[in-house]
Each structure stands twice: as structure tokens, then as C-alpha cells.
């Protein structure tokens, strides 16, 4: 091989590393295989104190390193397991660190909802980035403008072409279908979906009249005898999902379906979702499930390994990550 003008090494083609935290093994084992490059060699331990130490066993010096975190229950342990890691890894020299987090904790405190609160969504960002990454793949961030709480790259994948090529199989051929926002805020998100599904889309409003009064549900759209697909980016106590079944079924939907990126589902969640009248909840792999979860009869999870490992192949060869997106 000929070297460039600057002598031996700097033609060198760098190779990749997919490091894995305890968050999520699964998901990390598909994404290596669908990658056909195994797991890099390390130990995550605790000390009694349950203090994290890391241990990395093989070279990194010079490699394109993702580490696959996310910062899912137990959110501090797992984030603080990602920072850790990324410290050995620019200690050993990493070229590169991409902190792939599937699903990335505290992003619902993205801001002051009352005085002197925190926006710990941003504290977590510069956490992560004085750490040593130089990059983060993320999937449907809670709000899109966290990608600028970064002053690194940011690539946030999106679940919605996973979703609408699910109900295309659940329901081939169906027309009968309206895509449901669970309130305003989740307007794009649901959108996005109902327009790969050549859908319609309704909203539900949540409103509190006057304080002290119980919460009254609109639903702007029709729903009355249509299949009703509820979208949203994180389900974690099931409120907002089973209420906005409960309503939608009211009014008259003939069945009522769900598609979350981020199956958080703490507390009594499942038990709420196995009760409410949805006939599915499906969640990606973001976040491992529980057994709990596997028991569910009506909820599924769906693999996000294939996008992701997709996602990492075109960030280690530099090419467009947003054609994934299409
Ligand atoms: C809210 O803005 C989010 O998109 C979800 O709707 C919310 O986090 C769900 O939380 P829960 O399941 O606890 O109602």
C-alpha cells in the first residue's frame, strides 16, 4: 500500500468497536451481530459501595468506538456506567466515541417547568460530553431541540418507519385507520406516521376546566368506527396511554392500538396496560424489557437493532444517516 504525502499511518483504515454497558445486552449482542463484529472484551463491575469501575481488555488506541448505553432504570447506575466507560475509552485513546443511547434518560427535564428547578436534560448532555464523547446516535429524543443542549453531533433516529411498516402487516390492506396524538405536544410525532400510512389523524386535548376539576378529554378527528393507532415517544406509568385508550374507546373507536418508542413502564404499569382496553401496545427494544412485559398478552416489542446497527455502519464509513430516515 502507498502512503499519503504525510508517511506511514495516516492512510490507515481505522476500525470499529461496538462496546457494550449492562443496560441493555440484547439489544447490544443484535446490533454486533447484525454488524458481524463481536462485542469488545471489558469488565463493568461494582465495588462493594457500588462504586463503578470499567475495565476495557482489549486495544481501542486509534478506533472508532460505540458505546451501547441506554440511560434506562436504573437511570443513574446506567448513566453513570456510560460515562465511566467513555472515560476508559478516551483514556486508552479511542479515536472516536459515539455514545449510542437508544434511549436517553432525563430527556423530560428539557425545562424550567417552575422556578428554581433544573433543566437536567442539559446538565446529563455536558455530562456526557466532558466525559470524552465526541458524537451521540439517539432515537426519539423527547423533544428535538435537545440535540442542541450538545455541542456535538447529534444523529436522532426515528421509529416511525419501523411503526408504519408494522401496522402495514398487522393490518394489510386496512383503510379504516385513524393515527391518534395522546395530546398536542406529540402533533409531529403522530403525523409522521399517519402520513406513511396515507392516514388519518386526531388529537386528543387534554383539559382541566378549573382547578380541582378532573381532567375533561377532546378528541378533535374522527375516531367513531375506525381502528385508532395512538403514537407517542415514552410510555413510563401508562397514564396518558390507558386514558387515552379509555377515551378514545367512548367514543366510539373500534379498536385501539399503540406504538411507543421508549417502553419506560415503571410502577404499575403493565398490570394498568394488561387492564385498559388496548388491544396492543408495542414498544420498541430501546429499553430491555422486563418479565413482566415478556407476560404481557397485549404488549410486543419491536427491534430497533437493525437501524441502529445501520446507523453506526454509516457513521463509521461517514456517509448520510438522514437518507435512513426516508
Ligand atoms: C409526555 O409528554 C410524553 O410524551 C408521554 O406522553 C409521557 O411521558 C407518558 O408518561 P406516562 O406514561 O407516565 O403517562
Do not use: W
Request: aromatic share 4%; proline share 4%.
Amino acid at each position: 500500500m502507498e502512503h499519503g504525502a504525510f508517511g506511514p499511518g495516516l492512510d490507515r483504515v481505522y476500525s470499529m468497536k461496538i462496546v457494550a454497558g449492562n443496560s441493555n445486552p440484547l439489544l447490544a449482542e443484535s446490533v454486533s451481530e447484525q454488524l458481524g463484529i463481536p462485542l469488545a472484551h471489558g469488565t463493568i463491575r461494582r465495588f462493594s459501595d457500588m462504586e463503578v469501575f470499567v475495565e476495557i481488555q482489549e486495544n481501542v488506541r486509534g478506533e472508532d468506538v460505540f458505546v451501547i448505553q441506554s440511560t434506562s432504570y436504573p437511570v443513574n447506575d446506567n448513566l453513570m456506567e456510560l460515562l465511566v466507560v467513555i472515560d476508559a475509552l478516551r483514556r486508552g485513546s479511542a479515536r472516536r466515541i459515539t455514545a449510542v443511547m437508544p434511549y436517553f434518560g432525563y430527556a423530560r427535564q428539557d425545562r424550567k417547568p417552575a422556578p428554581r428547578t433544573p433543566i437536567s436534560a442539559k446538565l446529563v448532555a455536558n455530562m456526557i460530553t466532558a466525559a470524552g464523547a465526541d458524537r451521540v446516535l439517539t432515537m426519539d429524543l423527547h423533544a428535538g431541540q435537545i440535540q442542541g443542549f450538545f455541542d456535538i453531533p447529534v444523529d436522532n433516529l426515528y421509529a416511525a418507519p419501523i411503526f408504519a411498516r408494522d401496522v402495514k402487516h398487522r393490518l394489510p390492506g386496512e383503510n379504516n385507520i385513524t393515527v391518534v396524538s395522546p395530546d398536542v405536544g406529540g402533533v409531529v410525532r403522530a403525523r409522521a406516521v399517519a402520513k406513511r400510512l396515507d392516514a388519518d389523524l386526531a388529537i386528543i386535548d387534554k383539559r382541566r376546566e378549573r382547578a380541582g376539576v378532573s381532567e375533561v378529554m377532546n378528541i378533535i378527528g374522527d375516531v367513531e368506527g375506525r381502528r385508532c393507532i395512538l403514537i407517542d415517544d415514552i410510555v413510563d406509568s401508562g397514564g396518558t396511554l390507558c386514558n387515552a385508550a379509555v377515551a378514545l374507546m367512548k367514543n366510539g373507536a373500534q379498536e385501539v392500538y399503540a406504538y411507543i418508542t421508549h417502553g419506560v413502564l415503571s410502577g404499575g404499569a403493565v398490570s394498568r396496560i394488561v387492564d385498559s382496553p388496548l388491544k396492543k401496545l408495542i414498544v420498541t427494544n430501546s429499553i430491555a424489557a422486563t418479565e413482566a412485559v415478556k407476560a404481557a398478552e397485549n404488549i410486543e416489542q419491536l427491534s430497533i437493532a437493525p437501524l441502529l446497527a445501520e446507523a453506526i455502519q454509516r457513521i463509521s464509513t461517514e456517509t448520510s444517516v438522514s437518507s435512513l430516515f426516508d
